[in-house]
C-alpha cells in the first residue's frame, strides 16, 4: 500500500491539515491567551493581575480593580509530513481567540471570550494494488471543529483561595467523507460522515495561594470540566455507483445523541517570585474511555466504546523579567518557556495514536505610551511564541510543526478615578 498527503493549495484558513484529526471530536486545540501560549499552556496552577487566563477561571478574582483586559491573538503554522519515506509539507492561519476580563466588585472578577475546542481538516489518498491491473483509490477528507463561546466569573471568599466558573455555548461540528474507486472508476463505493453540535460547557476552578516569605507565592489550582452529551446526532451516508449503468444507491443511517464530551480533571502548581520570575507544572487528564463514538463497521452505524481512550497532559513552564520597570526595553521583556507531553485520545486500528511532544519559547513585550510610563505595571503587551510540536508512533505518519502566535493584550483603565485641579 502507498500513500499521498496532498492538500487542496499550499495554504489553508483552517485550524489544522492533520490527517490525525479524522478521529474523534477532532484535534484538540491548543487553548488559552498569549500568557499561556508563551509557556505551552501552562496555567491551572496561574493567576495575574494584568494578563488574562482562561485556563482556571478562580484566575479571575485576582484580576486589578482599574483596568479593562482584552487579549487577542491568531497563528500560523508550518507542517511537515512524513509518510514512510514519502514527504509533504502544508501551512495554515487561524485566528485563535477573543478574551476580555474586568473586575465587578472587590475580590470578584468577571472574563468572557470565544475559543477553539477541536479543529477538523485534511485531504490525502491511499493505493492498494489489488492485482497487476487493477489498483483502489480511497481519499479522505473532512473540515470542521467545535468551538466555544464563555463567560465566567472568579471570586475570593476567603483570603487565600479563589473559585470560579466557566460557562460557556459550544458549536460546530464536522463533515467527514471516504471514497473508494478501482482505477477504471466503475464501480465507485463513498461514505459520508457529518454531524452538527449545539450545547454548553461547564468548566470549574480553585486556587489556593501561600506566602512563602514577602516575595515567593505558592499557588496551587484545582480544574474540572463537566463530562456530557452533546445532543447532537451522527449521520452516515453510503453511496455505491456504477458508472456503466449511471445509476446510485443511497443509505442514509442516523445515531441519536451521539457525541459527548469527556469528563477532565487539572491540577497545577506554581512558585512566582514578585513580578521577576516564576516556574509552574499542569497535568490534565480527559477520561475519553468513559466516552463513546459512531463508527461504521459490516454495514452497521452504531456507537462503540473502544475507539477512544484516556489523555493525559503534562506541561512545564516558566516566566523571567529582569526588570519590569528598566529603562532598557530588553530588561522589561518577559520571556517564557514551556514544554509538554501529550498522550492521544483516540485509538488507530486498535492501537494508540501518536503521542506527542511539544516546546515553546515566548516573549510578552510591554508597551509603554503617553498615558502608561515605564513605572506602571499595567501595560499593554505583544505577546508572541514560537512552539515545535512532533506527533509520533511506530508506523503511522510523523507530523512534526512549527508554529508562531501572536496575540495582543489591550490594558485600559477603564476604572480608574481621575483627579482635576
Not at 213 to 238: I, M, P, Q, S, W
Not at 309 to 337: K, M, V
Not at 369 to 397: D, E, H, K, W
Request: net charge neutral; hydrophobic share 35%.
Amino acid at each position: 500500500m502507498a500513500m499521498m498527503l496532498y492538500i487542496c493549495g499550499a495554504f489553508a484558513q483552517g485550524g489544522t491539515v492533520s490527517p490525525y484529526s479524522q478521529y474523534g471530536l477532532g484535534e484538540m486545540a491548543q487553548r488559552g491567551g498569549g500568557l499561556n501560549q508563551g509557556m505551552n499552556g501552562l496555567g491551572i496552577g496561574l493567576h495575574n493581575s494584568h494578563l488574562v487566563n482562561p485556563l482556571n477561571p478562580a484566575s479571575y478574582a485576582q484580576i486589578d480593580s482599574l483596568t479593562m483586559l482584552f487579549d487577542v491573538g491568531l497563528s500560523g503554522q508550518m507542517t511537515d509530513y512524513d509518510d514512510h519515506g514519502k514527504k509533504d509539507k502544508t501551512k495554515t492561519a487561524n485566528f485563535e481567540y477573543v478574551l476580555g476580563s474586568f473586575r465587578l466588585s472587590k475580590y470578584i472578577g468577571a472574563t468572557f471570550g470565544i475559543l477553539p475546542l477541536t479543529n477538523v481538516g485534511y485531504k490525502f489518498s491511499t493505493t492498494n494494488r489489488l492485482d497487476e491491473q487493477n489498483t483502489v483509490v480511497t481519499t479522505y477528507e473532512g473540515d470542521g471543529g467545535l468551538h466555544q463561546v464563555f463567560v465566567g466569573l472568579g471570586a475570593r471568599p476567603l483570603k487565600p483561595l479563589s473559585v470560579g466558573v466557566n460557562v460557556g455555548y459550544v458549536w460546530g461540528g464536522y463533515d467527514r467523507a471516504v471514497a473508494a474507486s478501482t482505477g477504471s472508476t466503475v464501480n465507485k463505493l463513498a461514505k459520508s460522515y457529518s454531524a452538527e453540535v449545539n450545547s454548553y460547557t461547564l468548566d470549574l476552578g480553585v486556587q489556593y495561594d501561600h506566602h512563602l516569605g514577602n516575595d515567593n507565592l505558592l499557588t496551587v489550582g484545582l480544574t474540572y470540566g463537566l463530562g456530557h452529551k452533546l445532543g447532537a446526532d451522527a449521520e452516515c451516508r453510503v453511496i455505491s455507483s456504477n458508472s456503466s449503468v449511471s445509476k446510485n444507491d443511497t443509505t442514509l443511517m442516523t445515531v441519536a445523541n451521539a457525541l459527548e464530551l469527556p469528563h477532565t480533571f487539572g491540577a497545577g502548581v506554581s512558585l512566582t517570585h514578585g513580578e521577576k520570575w516564576l516556574i509552574g507544572a499542569d497535568v490534565q487528564a480527559q477520561l475519553w474511555n468513559k466516552t463513546q463514538f459512531p463508527d461504521y463497521v459490516n454495514g452497521q452505524y452504531a456507537l462503540r466504546s473502544d475507539l477512544l481512550d484516556n489523555s493525559y497532559r503534562f506541561t512545564l513552564g516558566g516566566e523571567y523579567c529582569p526588570r519590569w520597570n528598566a529603562r532598557n526595553i530588553f530588561q522589561r521583556i518577559h520571556y517564557r518557556f514551556g514544554a509538554g507531553y501529550t498522550t492521544p485520545y483516540y485509538k488507530i486500528n486498535g492501537q494508540e495514536g501518536p503521542r506527542q511532544l511539544s516546546a515553546t519559547i515566548g516573549f510578552g513585550i510591554p508597551i509603554a505610551n503617553t498615558y502608561i510610563s515605564r513605572t506602571s505595571l499595567f501595560f499593554p503587551f505583544v505577546n508572541i511564541s514560537a512552539q515545535y510540536v512532533n506527533n509520533y508512533a511506530s508506523g503511522m505518519i510523523r507530523e512534526n510543526a512549527f508554529r508562531i502566535n501572536i496575540g495582543l493584550t489591550f490594558n485600559e483603565r477603564w476604572f480608574a478615578k481621575w483627579k482635576f485641579e
